[in-house]
């Protein structure tokens, strides 16, 4: 079946820190790959998409670029800020609609 | 737009009790789905409609579990009787015809059964 990994948080970083979150999956086919974002206390949010090979979603000053020689959709920002506190979930979709998510990591920044 | 709303936002509950879980679309939207997140287990997909009818229930976790979709403004999810281990956030989530995974998530409700 369909299954995203995610790196295990929670994650730490000073402001202006530079930040990777890795995400791999393993699927049939190609599928749309995105990253949501959950702040606290809130539903969550699209943050970045992206539907195939070599494309590049990007959003907030965050990016991430669908490999699908490695079957990743690392998400990056060049420099964090406390704002950017929240849980990342990456997540794939076959265009049923139906999203399959990895766990979630916890990214708190520290001013 | 409002945004797709769920209501109540927290709601306290004893054991055995009845709830009943709230949720109002975005206008226009023809998929909705219902999820709950909790520490263990992190966020589940419970059950998802298309055009009012449910596609997929394979993640309700049991029979005391059950959702609705009446109409395309109103979704409601019971859990009849209730038990301490149901305490999680329930989300609800609607998305666009061909939204391409867009899904858009209202605020949750925080179920706490004591």
């Known amino acids: 079946g369909n299954s995203v990994t995610q790196m295990e948080g929670p994650v730490t970083l000073s402001e202006e820190a530079f930040l990777t979150i890795n995400c791999t999956y393993t699927?049939?086919?190609?599928?749309?790959l995105f990253w949501y974002v959950q702040y606290p206390g809130e539903g969550l949010q699209l943050l970045l998409k992206a539907t195939k090979a070599d494309d590049k979603g990007s959003n907030k000053g965050f990016e991430a670029t669908y490999r699908k020689e490695t079957t990743s959709f690392h998400l990056e920002k060049g420099s964090v800020q406390v704002s950017d506190s929240a849980v990342y979930f990456c997540a794939l979709n076959f265009g049923n609609e139906k999203l399959t998510f990895g766990t979630g990591t916890r990214l708190t920044i520290i001013p | 737009d409002a945004g797709v709303i769920q209501s109540p936002r927290h709601e306290v509950t004893e054991m055995g009790q009845e709830v009943t879980l709230r949720c109002k679309p975005i206008?226009?939207?023809?998929?909705l789905f219902w999820y709950r997140q909790t520490m263990m287990r992190g966020l589940e997909l419970l059950i998802y409609?298309?055009?009012?009818?449910?596609?997929?229930d394979s993640g309700m976790p049991e029979d005391r579990f059950s959702a609705k979709m009446p109409n395309a403004s109103f979704s409601t999810l019971k859990i009849q009787p209730s038990e301490p281990r149901d305490s999680a956030v329930y989300f609800c989530?609607?998305?666009?015809?061909?939204?391409?995974?867009?899904?858009?998530f209202g605020a949750g409700t925080r179920l706490s059964v004591l």
């Open positions: 206008s226009g939207h023809d998929y």
């Open positions: 989530a609607s998305s666009p015809p061909a939204g391409g995974g867009i899904q858009y």
């Open positions: 409609f298309n055009n009012n009818v449910p596609i997929d």
């Open positions: 699927a049939t086919g190609y599928p749309s």
